[in-house]
């Protein structure tokens, strides 16, 4: 069974920082591209980042680029994200995502096939 699981989430306040970590099982992931989304309450599931399986090549949502950080660890299957300086706009639901074979770097939520359950992250005074 392929899983991938998130940990990492939880209440901070403005300027703090997490790590997220997404652990993948039941398959390896490291010939693909592997991603960052986040859905707030009511709102649309957005794009947060991306990074290419060789880790060489990362792509930013403009909202996070220079706070977030992407990485991975072929070794062990993980996959971080490092927030840095949050904002209560950060407050959502985390979600990590495989991508499909060919994809080198998806933006789009439409090429990834597999998703995490996703990590709460509330940043609140």
């Known amino acids: 069974q392929v899983q991938l699981i998130e940990s990492g989430g939880g209440l901070v306040q403005p300027g703090d920082s997490l790590r997220l970590s997404c652990k993948a099982s039941?398959?390896?992931?490291?010939?693909?591209?592997m991603g960052w989304f986040r859905q707030a309450p009511g709102k649309e599931r957005e794009f947060i980042s991306v990074i290419s399986s060789d880790g060489y090549t990362t792509y930013y949502s403009p909202s996070v680029k220079g706070r977030f950080t992407i990485s991975r660890d072929n070794a062990k299957d993980t996959l971080f994200l490092q927030m840095n300086r949050l904002t209560p706009q950060a407050t959502a639901v985390y979600y990590c995502?495989?991508?499909?074979?060919?994809?080198?770097?998806?933006?789009?939520?439409?090429?990834?096939?597999?998703w995490g359950q996703g990590t709460q992250v509330t940043v609140s005074s």
């Open positions: 039941g398959r390896t992931f490291s010939g693909t591209a």
């Open positions: 995502a495989a991508a499909r074979e060919g994809f080198s770097a998806p933006t789009s939520d439409y090429p990834y096939e597999y």
